[in-house]
């Protein structure tokens, strides 16, 4: 098979290199998939550029990066249903602490990570339902119940902030988004926000009420936990939920307790990775519903061949885009 790797941290250019290597057999309860399309998610450029906080060095001697990717598997091993092979999938945790992922022609993973693929999805948007769409899902649905309810959700120009707003509209929610340029506020109207609000705006917590006419928001779902604390001190109702994905901005914040403490706030930290499997196999049940019901659109900004790999990395690095980056691994 065709392989991306890397062995050491650095930059793309420096540390990705395409490689042959000998397509793996699947083990008991694991399946083989010969993958279209792998998604490149920001935790994937971090990982191979060494960015993750206490990370010093690779976990292992060889990866092959991404988490995300679609495909068709070819190969079961024993106790997999051999009905399986030709099926259309899409897989997650594809290298979530084990070594190969998804920059390949084939990948081997447990065969609860590779879900059917509903009929008239493309391989495309199935390499974005892993980290996007999951995450997306679990902060907007995870508290239960919004019908009825406003959802504020930072940065709704980003892929699971696009998401987000789709979803919470899918589910009978309010949304005001956050967006930090034209465009982004044009494809989070498109996305289904009934309001947008500039995220620089020196007067953010006075727009995002007067976007809710004069209402505190029900729940949040945060990009920037860190750099933006202060403002959901303020704008969040009592007993709500701040369902918080990220704080690249600040990783060590400090935080307004008190406020918050005084309207009884839950943080609801979400990490996709180590989602219970009630809790995904949820998740997952509804994105396909959405999926079926034509509530939800992925966005893909790029899709650039297996062995240009290190641009689309730098391409995710870079801001501006609008959309996935994909590697298409045919």
Known sequence: MRAITYTKFGPADAVLALRDMPTPNPAAGEVLVRLSRSGVNPSDVKARAGSRPGVTEPPYPLIIPHSDGAGVIEAVGTGVDPMR???RVWVWNGQWQRPHGTAASHIVLPASHAVPLPDGVSFDTGATLGIPALTAAQTVFGG?????KTLLVSGGGGSVGHLAIQLAVWGGAKVI?????GRSGDDARAAGATSVVDYHSPSLVEDILAANDGQPIDRAVECEFGPNADTLAQVMAP????????????????FPFGPMLFK???IDITLIYILPPHERAEMIRLIHKALDEGALNSRVHAVYPLDQCAEAHKAVEAAGRHGAILLDCD
């Open 85 to 87: 092979v030709g099926q």
């Open 264 to 266: 009884a706030l839950k």
């Open 239 to 254: 007993l709500s939920t701040i369902a918080a994905y990220g704080s690249a901005g600040n990783m060590s914040p400090t």
């Open 177 to 181: 988004a956050t967006v930090g340029s």
């Open 144 to 148: 239960g119940e919004i019908k009825g």
